[in-house]
């Protein structure tokens, strides 16, 4: 059975950090691409960030330069590091993962990032 695991959302202050993670089990994650999604209230879900099967990063120009997507092949995990975080940054977050030509994708439960001061 495939399953992702998020973990690490909460609230945070404008300006703070936060670490997202999603870890994966039933799938090995080398064989996928990996995303990062949000979806705020009462708007559609959104794709933020992406890290190809080969490293490749790409992100949306309003988290550029501020999120940073990374995996970790030996936890079988990948993570979304979010720094300068600003309030119209607070959504659910979530990640999932496409095999190729998306014959296969994957989507974990969500968890919620609050920036409030």
């Known amino acids: 059975q495939v399953q992702l695991v998020e973990s690490g959302g909460g609230l945070v202050q404008p300006g703070g950090s936060l670490r997202l993670s999603c870890a994966a089990s039933?799938?090995?994650?080398?064989?996928?691409?990996m995303h990062w999604y949000r979806q705020a209230p009462g708007k559609q879900r959104e794709l933020v960030a992406t890290?190809?099967?080969?490293?490749?990063?790409t992100y949306v120009d309003f988290v550029k330069g501020r999120f940073t997507v990374s995996r970790d092949g030996a936890t079988n995990s990948f993570s979304l590091q979010m720094n300068s975080l600003k309030p119209e940054d607070t959504a659910v977050y979530y990640c999932?993962?496409?095999?190729?030509?998306?014959?296969?994708?994957?989507w974990g439960q969500g968890t919620q990032v609050a920036v409030s001061s």
């Open positions: 039933g799938i090995d994650l080398t064989c996928y691409s």
């Open positions: 890290i190809t099967e080969d490293g490749v990063t």
């Open positions: 999932k993962v496409a095999s190729t030509y998306n014959v296969y994708t994957y």
